[in-house]
Every structure is written in structure tokens, then in C-alpha cells.
């Protein structure tokens, strides 16, 4: 059945080469253009896939763009032009290796809530469910408490982006400027986010950007009807979530669905790849994931 793989950064080339070769031999890999001839009814081959690569990580060009090339294969990438232009890092990149602890520590100075009441609370799936400007307000705390020194920047830079543009192995789109989560912000925040990040691509890749991926990308979760409704005033055509489905004719072009993969042997992608769209609903109705976590944070701590 037709479907959207994506990955994040990629540190193991032995495993993303095996990946591929699963991928090659149960699909047909396709450019987006043909994802855009799948919703037009022009395509009629059931095993097609597409690739996408969200974030735009260093590895997305060390990495990830030879192997592809050497391939023949393409894909599309979501970038955030303000941490380009800037050479700094979102959010969890740049507390990504914080202590526990120390970061629960933090979180709870922040928020004003009893240290005690966060113990065995998982920090990252916490941050998840706050504002940006609340996560940023927990970094600044934890480097300044903890002699923490800011990271050098972990993406892409702008000659590398553009490189990417001109290769033709890329279709560029936007991922808002911050990677916010964008449910938990304001409607002025999550419109700003959205649109900016349009916009100022459009301008650094001198074209008219039309495909958007949400961050993080559950559905109901992490973006909802508001956040459609920003990308169509912004003219965006296409943009992509994160549901273990496969595509259908009738889907919202809005809010595609795509498979993440991170990690696994052979067999087990096989198997996700092939039974993902059977066994993750059944798996995310009847047993704990990161979606029902961060809705139990929330109503704990009210947020």
C-alpha cells in the first residue's frame, strides 16, 4: 500500500543503508511529484512510498544526502529557516543530554510546582506539553544553575540548504521557525510560527514554499483545525503529520499521514512497515505511549 517513511537525524549509516534496502524492497520509491499524482488519481501502483526528513539535521547533509544520491532515490525535507540563518538549536536539541535530575529540578522552578510531585516524571515528555517561551525559560535556568554552556548548532547551514535546493534530491518545505509545539501555544504564536516560516524560506530558496510538517505531528495533539486554517490562508498545498496509515485518495492534503523510523533491525522495520497500519491503532488504543502520557501530564499539573 502506498505510504510516507520519515526520519529525523540519522547517525548510523550501516542502519539507514539497511533501512533503505527493506524500503526498496517493498516499495517503489517516488519523488513528491508523484505524491501529488497519487491525490489527482494518476497514480495507479498500490506499493509506492516517499521519503521525508524532518528538522534538517547535520546528518540530513552529511549523511542522509549521499546515500540517497548514490541511490537514485529523493525526498523532501522540513527545515526551520530562523535556526539556519541563526546556526542555533531547537528547544530539545539543546537539552537533550540534561541531566533528569537536574532538569525536574528546573522544571519545577519554573512552573512553581513541588519538586516532590515531579519525581518519576519523564522531563522531555513534560516540555512537550508546555509553551515554547516556558521551555526556553527552563533551558536559561538550567544553564545558568548548572554552568550549562549553550550548544554549537546541530543543523544544516545555508549554503548546505541551499546545495540541498539545487541537487534536485530534495523538495524543501518549512517546520515552523522554533519547532513549538504548536497546540500548546496562543493563537497569535502558532500563526506567527507557521506563516513566518513560510515566508522567510520562500525567501531564502527564492520560490514559493507550499509543503508544511507539523512538529512532533500527532494529530488532535499536537495540531488541530486552527493550525490547518493558518497553512490554507498561507496558500501551503500539502503538509504532514505523523499517523501510522496509509495513503488514502481522500486524505486531508492537510494532514498527511506518514510512518516514523528511528531504529530496528531489518526485520523489525519490515514488519512495521508492513503491519504498522494494522497493529499501532490497535497498540496505541489498549497499551501506554507518549500521546496518552503527555494528556495525563496535563491533567495533573493543569496545564
Known amino acids: 500500500m502506498a505510504k510516507i517513511i520519515n526520519f529525523h537525524d540519522v547517525h548510523d549509516r550501516t542502519w539507514f543503508e539497511e533501512t533503505l534496502d527493506v524500503i526498496q524492497d517493498l516499495y517503489e520509491v517516488i519523488p513528491f511529484e508523484e505524491i501529488q499524482n497519487f491525490y489527482k488519481g494518476k497514480v495507479t501502483s498500490k506499493n509506492i512510498t516517499h521519503l521525508t526528513v524532518d528538522d534538517g539535521h547535520s546528518s540530513t547533509y552529511s549523511l542522509i544526502y549521499p546515500i540517497l544520491k548514490e541511490r537514485g532515490l529523493t525526498a523532501s525535507i522540513f527545515v526551520s529557516p530562523k535556526i539556519i540563518q541563526e546556526k542555533t538549536n531547537f528547544w530539545y536539541s539543546e537539552s537533550s543530554d540534561y541531566d533528569k535530575e537536574k532538569l525536574l529540578n528546573c522544571i519545577g522552578e519554573i512552573l512553581n510546582i513541588k519538586r516532590e510531585s515531579l519525581n518519576d516524571i519523564y522531563p522531555r515528555s513534560l516540555m512537550k506539553v508546555l509553551s515554547l517561551s516556558q521551555n526556553w525559560e527552563i533551558i536559561k535556568l538550567y544553564q545558568e544553575k548548572y554552568y550549562e554552556p549553550t550548544k554549537c548548532g546541530q543543523y544544516i547551514t545555508l549554503n548546505q540548504l541551499l546545495e540541498l535546493e539545487r541537487s ?85 492534503l492537510l494532514s498527511i499521514p506518514r510512518y516514523g523510523l528511528y531504529h530496528g533491525n531489518k526485520d523489525f522495520v519490515r514488519k512495521k512497515l508492513k503491519y504498522g497500519a494494522i497493529w499501532e491503532p490497535i497498540k496505541k488504543r489498549i497499551l501506554n505511549n507518549e500521546d496518552k502520557y503527555r494528556e495525563e501530564l496535563k491533567k495533573k499539573f493543569g496545564l
Open 168 to 252: 534536485g534530491v530534495f523538495d524543501i518545505g518549512a517546520h515552523t521557525m522554533n519547532h513549538p509545539i504548536l497546540a500548546n501555544e496562543n493563537d497569535l504564536t502558532s500563526e506567527l510560527e507557521i506563516k513566518k516560516s513560510i515566508i522567510v524560506l520562500g525567501e531564502l530558496l527564492n520560490r514559493r514554499v507550499t509543503t508544511f510538517a507539523y512538529p512532533n505531528g500527532s494529530v488532535n495533539l499536537d495540531f488541530g483545525k486552527r493550525e490547518i486554517k493558518f497553512l490554507r490562508e498561507a496558500e501551503v498545498e500539502y503538509s504532514f503529520s505523523f499517523e501510522f496509515k496509509n495513503l488514502a485518495k481522500n486524505d486531508n
